[in-house]
């Protein structure tokens, strides 16, 4: 026999009734079936509203008693037809108007008691048992059965308590003799959930959504094979989907895990409904009314679930979180017994605990409702010790509860590091920590403000095979845009590696376009290009912190003091910052140790290799020889693409004014050429290096050769510039004359030594490394204590949209491969 319970959104419309009844005759085609319906969805809520406005004697009662009729006779003309529903419509006509005198006497009394209530919350599951009864009927025989015939209970109404012995007698007794009848097609039963009634026939409720509970108490009386729960969910998940995306359907879990789970939060089962199938052994299954061929999810003694150590992340939110400490409870016994015994009193449910092991304090949860009734119970019972300042009660309202549920936690080093290790470096701050002896579910509070972060990170941790990273990148110029499409030629490459990247926004100067759930980077210039959101760095920060994201990085590809005066907002809304924009690293060094130490303290990773030598690993072999010990003596190269390809050019065959004129023409300066012949690039870089060592030098301490002619580095660029350069060509003409005259060429270098920094032209002897640059190349030799006879030398290009975006697209990777699985 199988028990199939139907509820909420199934219930919702006629069309979903009509869903369900093909599921229940689909059913019935392989064995028995008893089917348990809820209210149509929507309905108790309704009926409920009734008897409030007609304890007031509100003249709206009869409004929203005729609301209910309407929907109640709707569903069976459309379900009946009008010419086939005059019998059924009877009955509900019949059960409408019992409905109406019940409201009509809390009217008269101007109160509903806690028996009225109960009683008009029945009709909802007595109307919608008759109608879907009625509608199965068309295709196969079917019973409406009120299960206040059977479902024995006591006299606690709204959430009455079962009596099991009486009620297993009367279910058996029941049913046996409904199914008792030989001759004829065995009719469906179709049960009313959630209501029961006293032995002298009062009618009560066994708690909201207790029709999950009625098809386990029927279950169990009648040792019924599996008990079906249909919902609008393809079963339980590891998550709530609607806070963590990448939530998934559970194939099994055991009893234990599932009531864990609907303890805390999990609104798929009803956490009552599984004891009495806990106590007969049988499975529930959970499965979708919507999408019926789905497997759903399997509720049984046995819950093995792949290797996943836990089942499933949830959180109970609306807390207040309470801590009660004081010197003067330390090692005194019965603190904890005053405590709970005040809070029982006040009838506070307590959700969590935590304790110190020698009690001087004691931390608690309880709902925000029952907040203020706790802290009244609280300070009367230590009244005496509030009052001499020996103990203190501390209130922290805004709490969320995040529980990590699983089996297969027990005796499994690690797993409470995995979650609290996973929040730390997400920089959510634990409010308090709970663990039962069964090691079954590890709980922690936290600002209910960071909820959905939380969730998100901690089911990442336990569930995500796959490390995933959300990008938003600044800068659309020849460097961003490379990356772009890099990163969309690259997708194939990086999911076979198990790395997913989407990119969640693209911003230029003027706009920006931001969606979490990724941009289509075939389309991304269409998509900016129509944006009406003004960019500025500041707000960015703001929208993606909104977003919530695990795992999120800026790419700064610009080269703007505004995005960089924006990255300590970036920080703090915990996303990691990659970017070939020097500015940071060459901020005035009290701003520069600022946000260093910010970098730090919020955990958020900040990669650079792209501010020194483009793609060339430049900034990972500095720090790579000092982290291994060794010490930097001197740091000497070429650090620019277009110097260095103007010198590697300087022959004396074409003046040196046309070299600069050609390099413009070709794209290889910057917009205003003066930009790079001043030498301010090469010391930013020194700079950067010089820091990297621990020098705390300004970019004022940096001597550098500027080869822009004083008078005119001044005034906006123009085309004239290449004129007057000429001028001076005949002055570089005679220092490579005078450096070919003793075997040797012109390089611009740049030269670190300890705290020394000094960029400009010198001469090299042809043999010299750096002499057989060619092309843009970049060349930079570290001379250090352990490569001290034979400086150990990074070389290859230095300049260009594609190596600089390669050098970015390098720092995208090691990032993912330092996130955690």
Not at 117 to 141: K, N, Q, T, W, Y
Not at 376 to 385: G, M, N
Not at 542 to 566: F, G, H, P
Request: proline share 4%; net charge positive; glycine share 8%.
């Amino acid at each position: 026999m199988k028990i199939l319970k139907f509820g909420g959104s199934s219930l919702a419309t006629t069309d979903r009734i009509r869903d369900v009844a093909k599921i229940v005759l689909e059913e019935a085609r392989r064995g028995p079936v008893i089917v348990v319906v809820s209210a149509f969805q929507g309905v108790t809520n309704q009926l409920l509203e009734c008897a409030r406005l007609a304890a007031k004697g509100d003249r709206q009662t009869e409004a929203a008693w005729k609301k209910i009729v309407h929907r109640h006779r709707f569903a069976v003309d459309d379900l009946l037809g009008k010419r086939r529903s005059a019998r059924l419509r009877s009955q509900v006509d019949k059960l409408v108007g019992e409905l109406e005198e019940v409201l009509h006497g809390i009217q008269l009394l101007g109160h509903g008691p806690p028996q009225a209530l109960d009683l008009v919350a029945s009709f909802g599951e007595r109307l919608c048992a008759l109608i879907v009864a009625a509608h199965i009927s068309r295709s196969h025989p079917a019973r409406f059965v009120d299960a206040r015939q059977f479902v024995v209970t006591d006299d606690q109404f709204t959430n009455a308590n079962v009596n099991f012995a009486k009620t297993n007698r009367a279910t058996r007794r029941f049913f046996a003799d409904l199914f008792g009848f030989s001759g004829r097609r065995r009719a469906i039963p179709v049960v009313t959930g959630f209501i029961g009634s006293t032995i002298d026939s009062q009618t009560t409720t066994i708690g909201r959504n207790g029709s999950d509970y009625t098809a386990a108490i029927v279950g169990a009386a009648l040792s019924a094979d599996i008990i079906e729960i249909w919902t609008d969910v393809d079963g339980v998940l590891s998550a709530d989907p609607n806070t963590v995306a990448s939530a998934f359907v559970l194939p099994r879990i055991t009893y234990e895990e599932a009531m864990e789970l609907s303890y805390f939060g999990a609104k798929v089962l009803h956490p009552a409904a599984i004891a009495p199938a806990v106590a007969k052994g049988i499975p529930l299954l959970v499965k979708n009314t919507f999408n019926p061929k789905a497997p759903g999810t399997l509720i049984s003694r046995a819950g093995k679930n792949g290797d996943h150590l836990a089942k499933g992340i949830t959180s109970i939110a609306g807390l207040t979180l309470l801590t009660l400490r004081g010197l003067s409870m330390v090692g005194v016994p019965g603190n904890a017994e005053r405590l709970f015994r005040a809070l029982a009193s006040r009838g506070v449910s307590v959700i969590l605990i935590s304790q110190a092991s020698s009690e001087h304090t004691i931390c608690f949860a309880v709902r925000d409702t029952d907040a203020a009734a706790a802290t009244a119970a609280v300070r009367q019972e230590f009244r005496l010790e509030l009052h001499h300042k020996l103990t203190s009660l501390d209130e922290k309202p805004e709490q969320t509860i995040i529980a990590v549920v699983g089996d297969q936690m027990k005796g499994h080093p690690g797993v409470s590091g995995k979650m609290f290790g996973a929040l730390g470096r997400h920089n959510i701050n634990i409010s308090a920590i709970a663990q039962g002896a069964s090691e079954r579910n590890i709980s922690c509070v936290v600002d209910t403000a960071q909820q959905s972060r939380a969730l998100n990170i901690i089911h990442g941790a336990f569930f995500d095979r796959r490390k995933r990273l959300a990008l938003f990148i600044i800068g659309t110029g020849n460097i961003g845009g490379t990356l772009l499409r890099q990163l969309e030629e690259q997708r194939p490459y990086l999911l076979s590696r198990g790395f997913d990247v989407t990119v969640i926004g693209v911003a230029n100067s003027k706009r920006f376009v931001l969606d979490g759930s990724g941009i289509n980077l075939g389309h991304w210039r269409e998509k900016l290009s129509a944006s009406r959101r003004r960019t500025d760095p500041v707000t960015l920060a703001e929208e993606i912190a909104k977003l919530e994201l695990t795992d999120a990085a800026i790419v700064d590809c610009t080269a703007a003091d505004s995005v960089v005066r924006a990255y300590p907002d970036f920080v703090r809304a915990n996303l990691h910052i990659i970017t070939p924009n020097k500015r940071a690293n060459v901020l005035p060094w009290r701003r520069y140790v600022s946000l260093m130490n910010l970098l730090r303290q919020r955990q958020v990773y900040f990669f650079d290799e792209a501010n020194v030598g483009a793609g060339l690993p430049v900034m990972s072999t500095i720090r790579d020889l000092i982290a291994s010990g060794d010490v930097i003596k001197k740091v000497e190269g070429i650090f620019s693409g277009t110097l260095s390809f103007l010198f590697n050019s300087f022959d004396g065959t074409i003046p040196f004014s046309e070299l600069v004129q050609t390099a413009h023409n070709n794209g290889l300066t910057e917009p205003d050429p003066r930009d790079d012949l001043s030498g301010e690039d090469v010391a930013r870089k020194l700079l950067i290096l010089a820091r990297q060592t621990g020098s705390k030098i300004e970019i004022s301490d940096v001597g550098v050769e500027n080869l822009v002619p004083r008078n005119l580095a001044i005034g906006k660029f123009s085309a004239r510039f290449f004129t007057l350069l000429a001028r001076y060509d005949a002055f570089m003409s005679a220092r490579l004359k005078r450096a070919r005259s003793r075997g040797a060429v012109l390089r611009y270098v740049g030269t670190l030594e300890g705290s020394r920094a000094r960029a400009g032209i010198k001469e090299f002897p042809r043999d010299h490394p750096i002499a057989a640059t060619k092309g843009s190349d970049n060349i930079i030799a570290f001379t250090t204590k352990r490569y001290a006879h034979t400086p150990l030398v990074v070389q290859g290009p230095g300049a260009g949209a594609d190596v600089t975006a390669m050098g970015v697209f390098s720092d995208i990777l090691k990032l993912l491969n330092y996130l955690p699985h």
